[in-house]
């Protein structure tokens, strides 16, 4: 089993950047691909970006491609989504999540999920 804990939300204006941190406990980290998704007010959660157990390859939704970049660093345990050139549409809450599977875009399955860190984006 896994914990999650998101950081690095905020209130930005369109067009600046951040970063969402997901730290994890245990030492299976590596066992896990993980998965970023998002949930705005009355929408359903969406997918946002993947990224296997190795970190050599990674997914992204055709709406943040070429704005948001997801990695992983398996010495502290962490994976980050930099988001870039922020869309007031990008205005959610934001899930980290683990998965047993690699390239998996499906909330089902990912058993493991973080509490949830806000991201608003004014215009």
């Known amino acids: 089993q896994v914990q999650l804990v998101e950081s690095g939300g905020g209130l930005v204006q369109a067009g600046a950047s951040l970063r969402l941190s997901c730290a994890a406990s245990g030492r299976t980290f590596r066992s896990y691909a993980m998965g970023w998704f998002r949930q705005a007010p009355g929408k359903e959660r969406e997918f946002v970006a993947h990224?296997?157990?190795?970190?050599?390859?990674?997914y992204y939704a055709d709406s943040v491609k070429g704005r948001f970049t997801i990695s992983r660093d398996s010495a502290k345990n962490t994976v980050y989504l930099q988001m870039d050139s922020l869309k007031p549409e990008d205005t959610a809450v934001y899930y980290c999540a683990a998965s047993l599977y690699s390239g998996s875009s499906a909330a089902g399955d990912y058993p493991y999920w973080g509490q949830g860190t806000q991201v608003t984006v004014s215009s």
């Open positions: 990224i296997n157990r190795s970190g050599g390859t990674t």
